[in-house]
């Protein structure tokens, strides 16, 4: 592994996002609402922009009330153009100027943000009014024209092939990871969806050729989930660091999970190895199937607290104030994500007319219920997930 740039950050770093294509990196401050655009090249990181640095530092806002302050961020597919969001406002930057998205309206929640497929359009999470949190919004950026949308709240993410996109319904109770064909102005989820337990989830992370995504999560682990794609098996499922105990919890319990960062995922260019960030300053690089894991100290025992892959393959790291840009040993390219596995995953499924457990055809990576099936199940046991037991008890009380 090879540091090709190590530069000084004017805050600690929480979050970092790679732009698709380019060599751009947005980083996240921890301190507050704010963002800096890193770009990479040559070996070296240069600092290009920053939004929000001198806004007012999140100090007592915790919980819910600090999330609603920090800015939700999505790159267009092609261009160097960042769209950063909150409740209160969404500017375009670009690296000559920064302007305001005029049509987008203030919300009372948090909101979320992405770019479709295409570039065109600005999906904004929730939309506003009284039923607002069930509701998105697809905001034309020539005309200004808006189309209600369904729910979404956790990021848009796109296969790397084209032609799909995935992102999160979530609930307290289990998580859906819908899919959606990239046709159109909206999105528009298929039958097929992945079901997690409990709420809390990152968005998810394909490996370079689209045959994985990585699910990091939940609110009550610092869980790590692998899939297939387009089968949705299950290959991993991981607790980084110690498990939890239970409620109430060990304060010790609470600080070390609070250690690890919730963005400290990523793949790399060889699509087969996970990179793993931890409280330690060590870089953990895994293969998929854990036949061969080694670490790597990068800061010194200084905490991980993001990492990123460039579209060529680097890691971006952040930590002790510094942020890395690193070339992990034998990066080489590859021949891309097949189309191959999204028109299969197209094909084994159609359009929802409506996103509801009971009407999907549901995964959790190992087991399936199709349509209906849900209405059956009233045994379980301590080993199925809260929200498979939570269904069968209502299920009996029925």
Wanted: glycine share 8%.
């Amino acid at each position: 592994m090879q540091i090709l740039a190590r530069v000084h950050s004017a805050a600690t770093v929480q979050r970092l996002l790679c732009h698709p294509r380019l060599p751009l990196v947005a980083a996240w401050d921890a301190d507050r609402p704010a963002i800096r655009i890193w770009e990479h090249g040559d070996g070296q990181l240069r600092l290009r922009g920053a939004l929000g640095v001198g806004s007012t530092v999140y100090a007592d806002d915790v919980g819910y009330e600090r999330l609603k302050r920090t800015p939700s961020v999505a790159w267009h597919p092609s261009e160097a153009l960042l769209a950063v969001a909150d409740a209160e406002s969404v500017v375009l930057w670009t690296p000559s100027n920064t302007s305001p998205v005029t049509a987008a309206t203030r919300t009372e929640y948090q909101r979320e943000v992405a770019f479709s497929p295409d570039g065109r359009t600005l999906w904004l999470s929730p939309a506003t009014g009284k039923d607002g949190w069930e509701q998105s919004v697809a905001l034309d950026l020539a005309s200004g024209t808006t189309v209600v949308g369904p729910r979404w709240d956790t990021g848009v993410v796109a296969h790397p092939a084209g032609g799909l996109v995935c992102t999160l319904e979530s609930d307290q109770g289990a998580t859906l990871v819908l899919f959606s064909a990239d046709t159109g102005p909206v999105l528009r989820p298929l039958r097929r969806a992945l079901v997690l337990d409990c709420d809390g989830y990152e968005a998810p992370i394909f490996s370079s050729d689209g045959r994985h995504f990585a699910v990091r999560g939940n609110a009550y682990d610092n869980s790590l989930e692998v899939f297939e794609f387009p089968s949705l098996r299950r290959v991993v499922g991981m607790t980084l660091g110690e498990p939890s105990p239970g409620y109430p919890y060990p304060q010790e319990w609470m600080d070390e999970m609070e250690a690890w960062s919730r963005h400290n995922v990523a793949f790399g260019a060889s699509p087969r190895v996970l990179w793993i960030g931890t409280p330690d300053g060590v870089v953990i690089e895994r293969d998929i199937d854990g036949s061969r894991v080694i670490e790597h100290e990068v800061l010194s025992g200084a905490a991980v607290t993001a990492l990123a892959a460039t579209a060529a393959g680097e890691l971006v790291i952040a930590g002790n104030d510094e942020v890395l840009l690193v070339l992990p040993a034998g990066t080489a390219g590859h021949d891309g994500a097949p189309r191959a596995v999204v028109t299969e995953f197209l094909a084994s499924t159609t359009e929802a007319s409506v996103v509801d457990m009971d009407q999907l055809d549901l995964t959790d990576g190992t087991r399936t219920w199709q349509s209906g099936d849900l209405d059956a199940v009233t045994e379980t046991s301590e080993t199925d997930p809260s929200w498979l037991r939570i269904r069968a008890s209502m299920n009996r009380l029925n």
